[in-house]
């Protein structure tokens, strides 16, 4: 089978840096992608990682490491707009389609 | 600007009537989705398509059917709807370009089973 794990919530102080983890139990993959999703709305791209290493748009960045089946998704200078939560999936190979791991809530305090 | 689109925000239905969700897309998408979103599950996939007239199960599909008679529209049937059913559904489109191709998501409805 194949599987993707995430914490469920993780709270952070507005200014600051946090990073979202996700691993993964996979027969193979093309890549890790991160998706947003604010209360009420739709899930919204936020990255791909194909190859491993980083992968930087601005005040976020997303890692792949596929020797230790792992990623993160690393948010810089945390804002309240990005109260939200975030999701990993991947691309099965088998026909390429997203599987989703269940969802971090990013919880942001002043 | 890109959309996808689907019929309703807010359904209330009653126990046993026949639910139709509509999503439209207008990116000429090959491959169309239907998920449901309950809180700690994550996305749940309940049935995609890839091509007109094709469909193929996901990972929940008892109780639901699916139709797509037409490339940019993918409807989702509740057959006899149940209290089990209340749920957020998202509905998604996928072009097939690559393996990197983002997946674009509908604002959801949020079915009601009384």
């Known amino acids: 089978g194949q599987s993707l794990e995430q914490p469920s919530e993780v709270t952070a102080v507005e200014g600051a840096i946090v990073q979202i983890n996700c691993t993964y139990q996979?027969?193979?993959?093309?890549?890790l992608s991160w998706y947003q999703q604010h209360d009420g709305g739709a899930p919204t791209f936020l990255s791909y990682n194909g190859l491993d290493g980083l992968e930087e748009t601005g005040r976020f960045s997303s890692f792949l490491s596929r020797s230790d089946s792992y990623g993160y998704l690393l948010l810089q200078e945390l804002q309240m707009k990005d109260s939200a939560s975030y999701f990993c999936a991947v691309i099965s190979p088998s026909n390429y389609q997203l599987i989703w791991g269940a969802g971090t809530k990013l919880i942001i305090k002043p | 600007d890109v959309k996808v689109t689907q019929s309703s925000r807010y359904l209330v239905k009653r126990t046993g009537e026949k639910v139709f969700l509509e999503c439209v897309q207008d990116m000429d998408h090959e491959n169309m989705f239907w998920y449901r979103q309950d809180p700690g599950l994550g996305l749940r996939l309940i049935y995609f398509?890839?091509?007109?007239?094709?469909?193929e199960k996901g990972d929940i599909p008892e109780g639901y059917s699916v139709s797509r008679e037409k490339k940019e529209r993918f409807s989702l049937i509740l057959e006899s709807a149940s209290t089990n059913q209340t749920s957020m559904y998202l509905c998604?489109?996928?072009?097939?370009?690559?393996?990197?191709?983002?997946?674009?998501f509908g604002q959801g409805t949020r079915l009601t089973v009384v």
């Open positions: 996979t027969s193979g993959f093309y890549g």
């Open positions: 398509s890839y091509d007109v007239k094709m469909k």
């Open positions: 998604a489109s996928r072009g097939s370009t690559g393996v990197n191709t983002e997946a674009f």
